[in-house]
């Protein structure tokens, strides 16, 4: 936690903080940030993402926590799973929870039936997550998935989504180490803006083509920019630097 908090404040003053979104903590994990924040005493309250790792009925206790040192710590987002069956009881009770100003994301897992509980959580006001990698083959989505889930959130009048997990790079790409694929957050940009646009989504996610990548991400208009940031509203990844040097390399900052 110390180690996290570091790289985190230090990014937020650095040059390139601008790109820096919220610091991602897990429920369980609470107390701990809450301790280090007290000796570290920041002279504006951390931006937090709240990972629920302790079950939905664990939530009210947590934000309780986190209102209670408003000194310290702004609650921005609350991040779940959502059960196998995502029915509307539960989406109904996430709703309860979590106050009406701080965005709600939910994760459905990914197998049969998994782009009807997509569209039950954006109905319930909540992002869907869509989780892009792991330390299985199994965790990362096929182009098809990725594209099945981008139709389905760009097709709800004002929904957005959050990737996650995998997306260091900012475009497609193989490990050597592990032999796996991993989606790129560029290609996620291009394919969302076609999504919008009526483009080939599926090339745009199977793309290596970096400086095309980029390319056309540079190419779109303010007015498309928006409406992309608005569908791709947030990614969370292990790394600051990584991205920010991929960005770099590919003249996008």
Same mark, same amino acid.
């Given at each position: 936690m110390p180690e996290a908090l570091r790289a985190h404040f230090a990014s937020r003053a650095g040059e390139h903080s601008g790109v820096l #979104?919220? !610091?991602l903590c897990q429920a +369980?994990? %609470?107390p701990e940030l809450i301790t280090e924040l007290i000796k570290i005493?920041? @002279?504006e309250p951390l931006p937090l993402s709240l990972i629920i790792d302790t079950g939905l009925g664990g939530v009210p206790k947590a934000i309780s926590i986190v209102e209670s040192r +408003?000194?310290?710590l702004s609650l921005r987002m609350v991040e779940m799973p959502a059960p196998s069956d995502v029915d509307e009881v539960w989406l109904e009770r996430v709703s309860e929870f979590v106050p009406e100003d701080v965005i709600r994301v939910v994760e459905p897992r990914r197998g049969v039936g998994? %782009?009807? #509980?997509v569209r039950k959580v954006i109905e319930h006001g909540s992002w869907p997550k869509i989780r892009c990698g792991g330390k299985a083959g199994e965790n990362f989505p096929s182009v098809d998935e990725v594209a099945d889930f981008l139709a389905v959130v760009s097709g709800s009048t004002g929904a957005s989504f959050k990737a996650t997990n995998s997306l260091h790079r900012a475009v497609r790409h193989t490990e050597e180490s592990? #032999? !796996?694929?991993h989606h790129g957050f560029l290609n996620l940009i291009v394919a969302s803006a076609r999504c919008l646009s009526g483009g080939d989504v599926r090339a745009a996610l199977?793309?290596?083509d970096g400086a095309a990548l980029a390319a056309e991400a540079k190419g779109m208009s303010e007015p &498309? &920019? @928006? &409406?992309v940031r608005g569908l791709f509203a947030s990614y969370a990844a292990a790394s600051f630097d990584e991205p920010v040097a991929d960005l770099g390399e590919l003249g996008l900052l």
């Open positions: #979104g919220v !610091f +369980s994990r %609470l005493k920041p @002279k +408003s000194e310290i998994w %782009l009807d #509980g592990s #032999g !796996f694929t199977e793309s290596t &498309a &920019a @928006k &409406a």
